[in-house]
């Protein structure tokens, strides 16, 4: 069920978002860039971590004193986010604070879904998570497209947002049986309010280093190359998105019922990272090989230079997808200090990266994030093998065949580029590379792993049918 619908969120993104960008252009989406980076920080503060928290604790008075508190937190944050947007809408653009102030019902959708959220990755009920982010992409999209044609402009992004949540927090409600009843624990409140700002505080920083250089970048560069990066990053996040998301909720949900086990701790970690670094590294580098054909083919004309700036950040889409493990695996070991210390050092190097991109261009400025990216990879590597126990020189290894595998695959597809056999449309010259990208990579691993192939593909299929 979670492959199938990460398989249909792939196809829906991919059929959809091409006709959206080709109607509306990179103007919405540069004033979405500004103004969704405030919402996503004000939403997750919303959740204060309890989408997490509450795994770990099965007892329905958690379930209820943790409600409670997220909903008081949600009232002060509506106000903080009714301020903002009058003041983003004064002195920033006038375009930004409306798509702020109705962006706000996020705020409280994200506080009815974190229970819930919660109830069904303890119960290891991931195919719901699933099915509610698929069905909210797709008639997301839908709505998205319907507003276009129909010139929303931008409050067609707007609308899209909100029907993708409310459409997951229906299932995810009407799938975990949850709803709220009047009581309130004070003894258990203390407990959830202090773990809860420990996880806030992680979540704060990992959500503002993940948005805040789109919002940056629409301030110091323009909306237009904010647009043309938003939808380039749209592209590198897919594999976070479609794998990385429901992966982590995997790792967390078998976490919780091995408990202290460090073994089979250790374990649950380097199968899920050794199995998703061989889907979305290869994926991502040969992303970056025919970034500048497959942006022509879907984006058309008008994005004109998107491709540079999606080969910049392919990287920063495969360390993205992978360091969802590792934020996973420290939210299951209970090591949230730190999961605030590796946020805190992504939110660091982004800022970093858009200061020294911002002194060239957003082509640069999207090599920097990646380079963000990774360090904050190897980091929590660290951090998670500090605190299972994790053996990290044969994963280190598996990853090491995996890079290498990928890396003559990209060397191929780009000496097939410059060949005269690929210099007629692009669209042939995708259907050529791709499917000789593919074959160069398996064949490679295929050679460097020996036997050891068939035990990584018997792993992503334990993986995917969790």
């Not at 795994?55 to 301020?83: C, H, K, P």
């Not at 409280?108 to 009920?125: K, Q």
């Not at 991931?126 to 069905?135: E, R, S």
């Not at 020996?450 to 593909?457: A, I, K």
């Amino acid at each position: 069920m979670l492959s199938m619908t990460s398989l249909l969120r792939v196809a829906v993104q991919l059929a959809a978002i091409p006709l959206l960008a080709r109607i509306l252009g990179p103007y919405p989406y540069g004033v979405m860039a500004i103004a969704m980076p405030i919402a996503n920080t004000l939403a997750s503060i919303c959740d204060f971590g309890l989408s997490s928290i509450i795994i770990r604790y099965s007892d329905r008075i958690y379930e209820n004193t943790g409600f409670w508190i997220a909903a008081a937190v949600t009232s002060i944050t509506l106000t903080a986010l009714a301020i903002t947007s009058y003041f983003l809408g004064a002195f920033v653009h006038p375009d930004t604070g409306r798509a702020l102030i109705a962006l706000g019902m996020m705020l409280p959708l994200s506080c009815f879904m974190s229970i819930p959220i919660a109830r069904l990755t303890r119960n290891r009920r991931l195919g719901i998570i699933a099915l509610g982010d698929g069905l909210g992409i797709t008639l997301g999209l839908v709505a998205a497209l319907y507003f276009a044609v129909n010139n929303f402009g931008f409050w067609s992004l707007v609308i899209q947002q909100l029907v993708i949540l409310f459409m997951r927090a229906a299932i995810y409600i009407s799938f975990s049986g949850f709803w709220p009843r009047l009581s309130i624990n004070t003894r258990l409140a203390s407990l959830l309010i202090s773990e809860g700002a420990r996880v806030t505080g992680s979540n704060l920083f990992e959500t503002a280093a993940r948005t805040v250089d789109n919002m940056l970048t629409g301030i110091l560069l323009g909306p237009r190359p904010a647009g043309a990066y938003t939808m380039a990053f749209q592209f590198a996040r897919l594999p976070e998105m479609v794998l990385g998301g429901p992966l982590s909720m995997s790792i967390m949900g078998k976490a919780a019922a091995v408990h202290e086990t460090k073994p089979d701790a250790k374990e649950i970690y380097c199968s899920h990272l050794r199995g998703l670094a061989f889907i979305v590294v290869p994926a991502m580098t040969g992303l970056a090989a025919i970034s500048d054909d497959f942006t022509e083919v879907i984006l058309g004309p008008q994005w004109s230079g998107t491709g540079s700036i999606l080969r910049g950040l392919c990287g920063a889409g495969a360390f993205l997808a992978l360091g969802t493990v590792n934020q996973a695996a420290l939210t299951s070991l209970g090591a949230y200090k730190d999961r605030l210390i590796l946020s805190m050092i992504l939110l660091i190097g982004v800022l970093a990266a858009v200061a020294l991109g911002s002194l060239f261009d957003v082509i640069y400025l999207s090599y920097f994030i990646s380079v963000a990216y990774f360090c904050q990879f190897l980091v929590g590597v660290r951090l998670v093998s500090r605190r299972s126990a994790a053996a990290i020189l044969p994963t280190a290894l598996d990853l090491t065949i995996t890079a290498l595998s990928s890396a003559l695959m990209f060397i191929c597809i780009t000496v097939l580029q410059a060949s005269a056999m690929l210099k007629t449309t692009p669209i042939f010259d995708l259907s050529v590379a791709i499917p000789f990208g593919v074959a160069t990579f398996l064949i490679t691993s295929l050679i460097l792993r020996g036997r050891s192939f068939f035990n990584q593909v018997a792993n992503l299929k334990n993986l995917f049918s969790s």
